[in-house]
Structures are given as structure tokens and as C-alpha cells.
């Protein structure tokens, strides 16, 4: 619902059978010299005074007798209302009746309500003719009962000398409750129920002083519209009358956009742009200012999932077909280089980023299978077989299908398998469709063969209560991969495959099994070096994500560099560089000579380095990095992205990990929720820590940023998925979006920014610990729609304030700073920046020139400083464990800083 421009101040509704006002109205329905006519009955024009009235919601009228006594005659009657418990707030009435002329304005009407109608109704106005707001709800005295309803507008910004001033009223639900409450005390709602309108007015006194010239009151505001949606811009405008309009969109004049309101049934991209609207009569003109309105493109006729979110609704009591309805969209890279079903249709798996799933294809000729490392979209519906979950495109559906989207790409590094999980069906059904990886296995040879058609071998690992299934894929006709007919390999080995499933009971819990797809699948096992890395973040513009850290998904802005510090030891032989390294070009690697410890043990060390540019937005980098030892080679890998340049101005700006539940604690509330129940109730405070926490994402470029299907993580996995449907998901500049633990359809925040409660998938079930985000430390996870990390943000419990919200200060690209340290002290500001200068731009440190001079006991920082500027002095602790304010408010372009004890020491110099 959209509000007024200004806050509403108190205002006086009465209530009461017989009050009237003494003063003339300025527009009156009585319902009386009306013909019955059917556009009469729609919208009966009023007795006095110019103005329209119209039905909402789906409400039919007729007329019906109207007030008893002197003041009755006929009455505008409506029924057919909601269904019980559906629509709240979207039937019944609206009336436009300008006020131009009037000061202390009032509106008043008598209501009749019968015994089985909503004895509950609510009162909205506009001051533009579009954007309503609730202002007062009131109740039936009792069944067939006429009651006089009086409004006082005096204190309503804009509500006076007004040609755009409007009002609806409309049934709700009972106080307090879900439900639509009948009048009748022994009665029940019905949607037959009617309410009667008689002597339905706008009055108010003659404004002395009226203004002559045309004025603009409440401009048009700015909209963000799918396309195929209804389109509505109002402005509210004083004068004397006639006022007369003209629309212009992009400083072009709207033929026949004449009045206060302009409309569109269904809004096309051509609606898109700046609105204004010039009001003139024949005393002068006044132009609004411009609005802008954005059109989205349709949605597209399915959901956009990704296979963490279907195999998370599998999950439960029966491990069943999940609740999705509809057609569904997923992309990821094939990863079977067969087709997995005997004939007439396409059966091949697909992974993405969260998870993996099979494909069938139906009605598919073989010459349509993509291969092994393309990228595809699959549309298609959710079914189940054997317990293996699909995703099923059929080719009679013109709405369902695959697209190949890129090919020749590396498959997804397979997951290590923990054959001591297999009896954990929760995390086996997470990984099913998956490439994982099983080393160590051996086959019985006593027959040497595997066999020529469709079986299942068992597998003796190192774990011998674990039962593990490799599947030769096929049926009693033969294999449909080349595994079959092929010696089994002597000796230890490591096969990857499809993490699979052949089970036909519910729950679906059984049947797990590994599934190659070709012989290479198969390699024996020799053991590779020994290896471990370290990542080293060099030259951070946004600090934050650990600076020196173990993760294989790196994320690096232009300008920031990337050491990977790699060793390698065998005790079996000399460590060369191995086959199947891959870096980009500006990339180089350093290997050292080697050595031999007294051991006997072979060492070699080998240092990657990269700078990321301009050049290379947009970019996701796959590093390996391939050491070769005697028997077998190690290969370590990483994926290395580089935002866009729109991606660049996207921040996460402040979080809050430990929200508090005292409600006499300052940072209580968060997020300003009107009707946020006492803390006091115990149900209640055990879920605020995880209801209150939130992170808030800020747009700092010039250009609306669509973030429609980004996720925000922790540690563990993803907390909030952000719906492509959801016109919040569209961030205009200059501004910010919360995420917010929950809960998820009610007590919902009341701050100004758009915020979304924490749904980790289009088709999850909402999450009941919020963000997840741990008290005494954690990570943040932002990533694009295409599952590429765009921001990480590592904290301890120093990056956790016991007082509310920490905030990245003085700068957008500054340090994490408690938000109560702030000029401001205040707990937090989510949906709105930290101080009174807001959000700028760029948000990149201050260019200086620094040097660092260690004399003695002292370290000695120098800059150049500028004319008139002042300088604040900040430490930063490692791996991003928040900051301290060393000096403020400096002139001179030198500051010592006592040496410390500390390996590591990093210093911020930052103007103002």
C-alpha cells in the first residue's frame, strides 16, 4: 500500500447516528434524480458539485432505499464481497470529490451495513488520486443500522484546496483476527452481505486566501511496473477553477492526458521514462516536477530454481517429489557425456553452483544430446523416479525445453565422498546428481570383465560397514555407457561419477550408488603429493574478506591482487610442475628449486600471482595448479571472479549479527516494526536474535541495479535468495535493500527502504533461524544471480558490537566500525545511511601518497596533505576483524603511532 508524501497527523473521526455538519458541501452524493441506467449504477455522478465515484474490487451496485425520514430517498447499494478469509482491504467504494476551495476539510457519508456483511471497515485517502492511505477503521452499531460517519481533514497535509483530494472505504478483516467478522451478532459473513451509501459529502469552509494561480501540491511520484501491469500516476493541485493538465512523457506532450490521473490497463517498455505534468488555468501555469517510471519485463511463465533449493524441499519424512508447482527453470553444466535412457527421450545430469539433478529430455532425438561441459537451460516440471529427482522438459510443451548457453567448459570439481555419511540420507539427498569422487576402492577380479549390459558392482572401500554401488548403466538390451565389457581396474582406484539413486519404497532413503559415465571415470590410485595452500588478499579497496585466508572461491575488484602461497612435500621422489596447469595470462607462477629435509621427504614450494584489471570484469578465472610427484600428481584449484562494472557499486554496508531481545535495550527493534509483539513473551524473545538480524545491501552506481536471483550466505549455506519477481530485487541509485532474518508474511519492518524477509530458494521453505549469522563470528556471502561470489565478508567477535549494527565507515569502502561509535550513536540505520551525508559514489579510499618509517620505537606515517583538508587515522586488524580510530580531525600530513608487538600491522589514512 502507498502512503502519503508526509506524515499523517491525528485526525477526529466520528461516528454516530444523526450528526451532521452545517456547512454546504462542496460535492454531494444523494443517490436520488439518477436513472437506473447500467453506467449509472456503476458510477452515479453526484447532486452537487463536481466529482465521480466508482466500484473497487469486484463489487456489483444497484439502488436500494436509502436514509428514513426527510434526508432519505434512494441509497447506492453494493454486495458480492471477497470470499471469507481472502482480500482484506480491496472491496468496496472510492469516491473523487475535489476540495479546490476549502479550508478545514471533512468528508462524511451515512453507512448502512447488513446483518451478514463485514461489520468492520476502513477508511483510505489520497492526495494525488492514485496512492491511498489507511487513515482510520471503524465498526457497524448493528445489522440494517444507518450510521453518520464524519471525517476531519484538517490536519491532513495537502488535504485542503485540492483537486486531486480522494477517499475508498473498505471492508477488512475482524480486529485482531484473520477473518471477516459479520454485523449480526448470531449471524455469518457472507459475501452476499450488502452496505448502503446515502448523503455522501466533501465540505469545509470557504478558504479566504484560495490561491489563484495553479500550484502544485504532492508531484507525481516515480514507479517501478511490470510490464503487462496497470500504470497509475495522480498529482494533487490547488488554483482557481477550471485547472486543466497535459501529461508529456520525455518532454513529449500525452495526447488526451488531460486529467489529474493518467492510466494505463497495462503498462508496455514504451511506458517507460519521465512523466510531468503541466496545471494551468487562466490566472497561470505550474509544472511538477519529473517522475520516473521504470518498466520491467514480464516474468517469464516458470520459476528460476537452483538444485539446492529442489533438493532441500525433497527433504523430509518421505523424501518424496517436492511441493513445486508449475514449470520450473534451472542452468548448469552437463556432466555426463552419455544419454542415460534407452531410447526415444534424453537422460543426462546437470550441475550448478548449490547442487546437481537429472535432466530427461522427452521426445528428444539423440543427435540433440548436449555434451558433457555445455552450459544448458532446462524448462521443465518436477517429477521423481526411483527416488532420483528430475526435472522433466517435454518437447509437445512449446513453453519446455533445454538451450545449450555454452560449451566446452571444465566440469564441476566433484566432491570427496564420505562413505561413513552414507546412512544420513539428509546429506546423501543433497548430493545426489552431484560429480563426487571415491578414492581408495577395489573391485572383486575375480571376474575381469565389468559386465556387458546394465549392473551393479559393489565396491570394497575403507570402510567396511559401508555398502557402496558402482552402477553400469543400462537394462537387459545393454550399457549405455563405454564402461561396460571393459577390464576392472587391479589394485586400489579412484572413480568419479554421478551420486545417484535406485529406490522404489518410500521414504526414499536407499539406494545410493556411484554412476560413471565413461571408462576415464576409472583412474588407479597412486598417491599424489602432499599439498597445502595459503590465499594472500594484497592491496584491498574494500576491506572485509579475510586477508589472508584458505578458500578456493576468491572474489578481487580492479587494483586488488591475489598471492597463493602453494606447498607441496613427497616421500617418494622429486616434485616437478605437473600437466594441466591453467592460469590467465597476466597471471604468473614462481616455483623454487626444491629441497630434501634429513627425512628423506622432497619439499617445493610454488607462488601464484595476479593483479586484477579493468579488462577483467565480468570474468570468472578457474586457476589449477598441477604438481607431479612420482606416482601421481596433485591439482589444486581455485575459481577467481571479478565483479562487473554495475556489480563494483553494489556493497553490503552494514550488518547485524547479535540483535538484542531487551526491549529497554537501545538497539531493541531493529528494523521498526509497528506491531512488534513484547519481548516479554517468551515464544517471542527465544526468536528475536535470529528475526532481527539483517544485512543491508547499497547500491553506490549512477544506474538502477537488478539483483533478482542474488543470494546472501553465511558459513554454512544460503540464508536469502532475492525473488526476480520481487520489484524490490530492482535497487535504484543511492540506495539500499535489507535483508532481514524473518519472519517470513507478517511484522514487517517498518523502515524506509524496501527489505525482504530470508527465503534460501524460489521454492524453499522459509528458514526458522534467520540469517544464521553467529554472535562471536561469521562469514557473508553475496553472490550474483549466477551464483558468482560478488562480496565476502569475514568477522570475528571483534567485528560483532554488542550495542546494534556494525557499518562500513567513514567511506563506503571504509572499515567495519560499530555503528553506536558513530557522531551519531545510534544502534543502527538500516535501509538508510550512517550519517547525513549519505551514500556516495565510488566509495573508493582517498588517493594519497603514503609512506611508513619505522624509527626506533615509533612508526612514522607521512602523506601530502591538501589545503584545507582533514585527515583520520585508522588501524585495521587482520582478517577483518573490525578497526580503531587511532586520530581525527588532523591538518598536518604526520602521525606516529607507537611499534607494537604485532607481526602485521595495517593503517587507513582517510579524508574527511
Excluded at 502519503?4 to 451532521?20: E, F, K, N, Q
Excluded at 565396491?459 to 548403466?473: G, H, N, Q, Y
Excluded at 545393454?478 to 521414504?507: C, E, S
Excluded at 609512506?851 to 596533505?865: A, F, G, N, Q, Y
Aim: charged letters at 20%.
Amino acid at each position: 500500500m502507498s502512503t502519503l508524501p508526509h506524515r499523517l497527523c491525528p485526525v477526529a473521526l466520528l461516528v454516530a447516528a444523526g450528526v451532521t455538519l452545517a456547512d454546504t458541501p462542496a460535492v454531494l452524493w444523494n443517490f436520488n434524480e439518477i436513472p437506473d441506467s447500467p453506467e449509472a449504477t456503476l458510477s452515479p455522478p453526484p447532486a452537487f458539485g463536481q466529482g465521480s465515484a466508482s466500484l473497487l474490487g469486484g463489487v456489483t451496485a444497484s439502488f436500494a432505499t436509502g436514509v428514513p425520514g426527510a434526508a432519505g430517498g434512494r441509497a447506492w447499494n453494493i454486495t458480492r464481497f471477497p470470499t471469507q478469509s481472502t482480500a482484506p482491504g480491496t472491496a468496496g467504494v472510492r469516491f473523487s470529490a475535489p476540495t479546490l476551495g476549502l479550508t478545514h476539510p471533512h468528508l462524511g457519508f451515512q453507512h448502512r451495513f447488513s446483518a451478514r456483511s463485514s461489520g468492520r471497515a476502513l477508511v483510505r485517502i489520497s492526495v494525488n488520486g492514485v496512492d491511498f492511505t489507511d487513515l482510520h477503521t471503524y465498526e457497524s452499531p448493528g445489522p440494517d443500522l444507518w450510521t453518520n460517519v464524519v471525517v476531519d481533514l484538517t490536519t491532513i497535509p495537502f488535504a485542503a484546496d485540492n483537486d486531486a483530494f480522494a477517499f475508498e472505504v473498505v471492508s477488512v478483516f475482524g480486529a485482531n483476527t484473520d477473518r471477516y467478522l459479520a454485523t449480526g451478532p448470531s449471524s455469518t459473513y457472507a459475501p452476499s452481505g450488502t452496505w448502503r451509501w446515502d448523503d455522501v459529502r466533501v465540505s469545509g469552509d470557504p478558504l479566504p486566501d484560495a490561491a489563484v494561480e495553479p500550484r502544485v501540491l504532492v508531484p507525481p511520484s516515480g514507479r517501478i511496473v511490470t510490464t503487462g501491469d496497470g500504470l497509475r500516476l495522480g498529482v494533487g493541485a490547488s488554483g482557481a477553477p477550471p485547472l486543466r493538465y497535459q501529461w508529456s512523457l520525455n518532454d513529449v506532450e500525452l495526447p488526451g492526458e488531460t486529467r489529474p490521473v493518467l492510466e494505463r490497463a497495462s503498462a508496455t517498455p514504451a511506458d517507460g521514462g519521465r512523466y510531468q505534468v503541466l496545471v494551468w488555468n487562466d490566472s497561470g501555469s505550474a509544472a511538477s516536477d519529473p517522475a520516473e517510471v521504470v518498466i520491467l519485463p514480464p516474468p517469464p511463465p516458470y520459476h528460476v530454481t537452483n538444485c539446492a533449493a529442489l533438493h532441500q524441499a525433497v527433504v523430509g519424512p518421505e523424501f518424496s517429489r517436492p511441493a513445486v508447482e508449475g514449470i520450473v527453470a534451472l542452468e548448469g553444466i552437463v556432466t555426463t557425456h552419455t544419454s542415460l535412457h534407452a531410447s526415444g527421450s534424453l537422460l543426462f545430469y546437470l550441475q550448478d553452483s548449490t547442487g546437481g539433478i537429472a535432466a530427461l529430455w522427452k521426445g528428444a532425438s539423440p543427435e540433440s544430446l548436449p555434451p558433457a561441459g555445455t552450459r544448458v537451460r532446462v524448462v521443465g516440471q518436477i517429477a521423481q523416479a526411483n527416488g532420483v529427482l528430475q526435472i522433466v522438459a517435454d518437447t509437445r510443451n512449446p513453453l519446455e525445453g533445454v538451450t545449450l548457453l555454452e560449451a566446452d567448459l571444465p566440469l564441476p570439481d566433484p566432491v570427496d565422498l564420505d562413505v561413513a555419511l552414507m546412512s544420513d540420507p539428509v546429506r546423501m539427498e543433497l548430493l545426489e546428481g552431484r560429480r563426487v569422487r571415491i578414492s581408495g576402492v577395489t573391485l572383486d577380479t575375480r571376474t575381469p570383465l565389468f559386465p556387458d549390459r546394465g549392473a551393479n558392482v559393489t565396491l570394497t572401500t575403507s570402510d567396511p560397514e559401508a555398502k557402496v554401488i558402482l552402477r553400469v548403466d543400462g537394462d537387459s538390451r545393454g550399457a549405455r555407457v563405454d564402461l561396460a565389457g571393459q577390464p576392472k581396474p587391479v589394485g586400489p582406484f579412484t572413480v568419479t561419477g554421478i551420486w545417484t539413486q535406485n529406490d522404489a519404497t518410500r521414504p526414499f532413503t536407499e539406494g545410493y550408488q556411484i554412476l560413471p559415465t565413461r571408462w576415464l571415470d576409472l583412474v588407479p590410485d597412486g598417491r599424489p603429493p602432499e599439498g597445502a595452500w595459503t590465499a594472500i588478499l594484497e592491496n584491498p579497496i574494500r576491506p572485509g574478506d579475510a586477508l589472508t585466508n584458505a578458500f578456493p572461491e576468491q572474489v578481487l575488484l580492479p587494483g586488488e591482487g591475489l598471492r597463493i602461497l602453494a606447498e607441496f612435500s613427497d616421500d617418494q621422489g622429486p616434485i616437478q610442475p605437473g600437466p594441466g596447469t591453467a592460469l590467465p595470462e597476466r597471471a604468473w607462477v614462481e616455483w623454487n628449486e626444491g629441497s630434501v629435509s634429513e627425512e628423506g621427504i622432497h619439499h617445493r614450494t610454488a607462488t601464484i600471482r595476479f593483479v586484477a584489471s579493468d579488462s577483467d570484469a565480468g570474468i570468472l578465472h578457474r586457476w589449477v595448479l598441477s604438481a607431479g610427484g612420482t606416482a601421481a600428481t596433485r591439482r589444486m584449484t581455485w575459481t577467481v571472479y571479478v565483479p562487473t562494472e554495475g556489480e563494483q557499486h553494489i556493497r553490503l554496508s552494514e550488518y547485524l549479527a547479535n540483535p538484542t531481545a531487551r526491549p529497554q535495550a537501545p538497539g531493541f527493534n531493529p528494523l521498526q516494526r509497528d506491531d512488534w509483539p513484547p519481548a516479554s513473551d517468551a515464544a517471542v524473545a527465544s526468536k528475536l536474535t535470529s528475526w532481527d538480524e539483517f544485512v543491508e545491501v547499497v547500491n553506490l552506481g549512477a544506474n538502477p541495479a537488478n539483483l533478482g536471483g542474488w543470494t546472501v550466505s553465511d558459513a554454512t549455506r544460503t540464508r536469502a535468495w532475492l525473488d526476480p519477481e520481487d520489484p524490490a530485487s530492482l535497487l535504484p541509485p543511492r540506495t539500499a535493500l535489507v535483508v532481514y532474518g524473518g519472519p517470513v508474511g507478517h511484522h514487517e519492518p517498518g523502515i524506509p527502504s524496501p527489505a525482504l524477509a530470508a527465503i534460501p530458494g524460489p521454492d524453499a521453505v522459509p528458514s526458522t533461524d534467520g540469517l544464521g549469522l553467529n554472535n562471536t563470528g561469521d562469514t557473508i556471502l553475496l553472490r550474483n544471480a549466477d551464483g558468482r561470489l560478488v562480496e565476502r565478508i569475514v568477522f570475528g567477535s571483534r567485528g560483532v558490537s554488542g550495542e546494534g549494527s556494525m557499518v562500513r565507515w567513514p567511506l563506503p569502502n571504509g572499515p567495519w566500525t560499530p555503528h553506536a561509535e558513530m557522531e551519531s550513536g545510534r544502534p543502527a540505520s538500516p535501509g538508510t545511511p550512517p550519517t547525513e551525508a549519505g551514500w556516495t559514489p565510488g566509495g573508493g579510499p582517498t588517493d594519497l601518497n603514503l609512506t611508513c618509517l619505522v624509527e626506533r620505537d615509533r612508526i612514522h606515517l607521512l602523506w601530502m596533505p591538501s589545503p584545507g583538508a582533514t585527515y583520520s587515522v585508522r588501524e585495521l586488524f587482520p582478517g577483518a576483524q573490525g578497526s580503531r580510530i587511532l586520530a581525527a580531525n588532523l591538518n598536518l600530513g604526520e602521525y606516529w603511532v607507537p611499534v607494537g608487538t604485532e607481526r602485521l600491522r595495517l593503517f587507513q589514512i582517510t579524508s574527511p
